[in-house]
Every structure is written in structure tokens, then in C-alpha cells.
């Protein structure tokens, strides 16, 4: 069965830095890409930052210059830093992957930005 275990969010005041991991687990199929998505409440959930199997990344205009995405195909993770946190970074942050046949979503990580 395929898992996708996040962890690294957490509380952290404006100007602080996290890193979340996204571990994913029993998946067969090639990966297209992998992604993360946030969705603060009362919003619709959005995408934060995608990075394919080749490495081509992409973000949303409102984290360009403070989130980096990346991963480590061998096993199967991809990572957020996420720097100079703002408090309308405050969301739950989820993970995805899109494979040939398949999409997949994480349980979601809280993170939260206190001013």
C-alpha cells in the first residue's frame, strides 16, 4: 500500500525557516513529478512548489525566492526549505506525487507563522 509520510512542520515566528519531508513509500509506478500543495484555512488548497524526475522545478509566485523544492530519487522523497516565513504561510502543507497511472497525496503537516 502506498504511503506518503510527511514531517517537519511545526510552529516558528515570521522570519524563521522550516524543512519538510515527504517520504513516499511502496509506489511501482515511474514518477512524473512530485509537488507540494498547502491550504490555509478558510482557502482552497494550492500549489506551492512541483519538481519533476528530471529536475525542472516550478512555484508559486508568492514563495519564488524563499521556498526550494527538492528531492532524492533513490528514495523516493521530496524535501520543502521553506525561509523567511511570513504568517500568510500559515497552512496545512501536503505533499503529492503524480505518477504515470496514479496521484497520491500526503496526511498533511501543519505549519504555522506567528508574528
Known amino acids: 500500500q502506498v504511503q506518503l509520510v510527511e514531517s517537519g512542520g511545526g510552529l516558528v515566528q515570521a522570519g524563521g525557516s522550516l524543512r519538510l519531508s515527504c517520504a513516499a513509500s511502496?509506489?511501482?509506478?515511474?514518477?512524473?513529478?512530485m509537488a507540494w500543495h498547502r491550504q490555509a484555512p478558510g482557502k482552497q488548497r494550492s500549489m506551492v512548489a512541483t519538481?519533476?524526475?528530471?529536475?525542472?522545478?516550478n512555484y508559486a509566485d508568492s514563495v519564488k525566492g524563499r521556498f526550494t523544492i527538492s528531492r532524492d530519487s533513490t528514495k523516493n522523497t521530496v524535501y520543502l526549505q521553506l525561509n523567511s516565513l511570513q504568517p500568510e504561510d500559515t497552512a496545512v502543507y501536503y505533499c503529492?506525487?503524480?505518477?504515470?497511472?496514479?496521484?497520491?497525496w500526503g496526511q498533511g503537516t501543519q505549519v504555522t507563522v506567528s508574528s
Open positions: 511502496e509506489i511501482r509506478d515511474s514518477i512524473n513529478y
Open positions: 503529492y506525487v503524480r505518477t504515470q497511472w496514479r496521484m497520491y
Open positions: 519538481i519533476t524526475s528530471g529536475g525542472i522545478t
